[in-house]
């Protein structure tokens, strides 16, 4: 199932950077033009990343609190 579900979302991704080729205007440290497809793609990954920092953060907190669990039996 997540593997379908993988594979609708790179088809989506994939259609709306097709379907964006202008160039946009990008004001952030200065001024510089890219093309909207690139500007899209590159939000889509960071907030992947993001999602997976989170998870490891929980992950991590999860693996302490049943360590701190195991030594309180002894």
Same mark, same amino acid.
């Given at each position: 199932?997540?593997? @379908?579900?993988?594979?609708?979302?790179?088809?989506?991704?994939?259609?709306?950077? #097709?379907?964006?080729?202008? +160039? #946009? !205007? #990008? =004001?952030?440290? *200065?001024?510089? !033009?890219?093309?909207?497809?690139?500007?899209?793609?590159?939000?889509?990954? +960071? *907030?992947?990343?993001?999602? =997976?920092?989170?998870? @490891? *953060?929980?992950?991590? !907190?999860? @693996?302490?609190? %049943?360590? %701190?669990? %195991?030594?309180? %039996?002894?």
């Amino acid at each position: 199932m997540r593997n @379908i579900f993988l594979v609708i979302l790179s088809v989506i991704i994939t259609l709306i950077c #097709v379907r964006n080729p202008q +160039s #946009v !205007q #990008v =004001n952030l440290l *200065g001024e510089t !033009q890219i093309a909207l497809w690139k500007l899209l793609l590159t939000f889509f990954i +960071s *907030g992947i990343l993001f999602i =997976n920092l989170l998870k @490891i *953060g929980k992950k991590q !907190q999860k @693996i302490e609190a %049943d360590r %701190d669990f %195991d030594l309180a %039996d002894e």
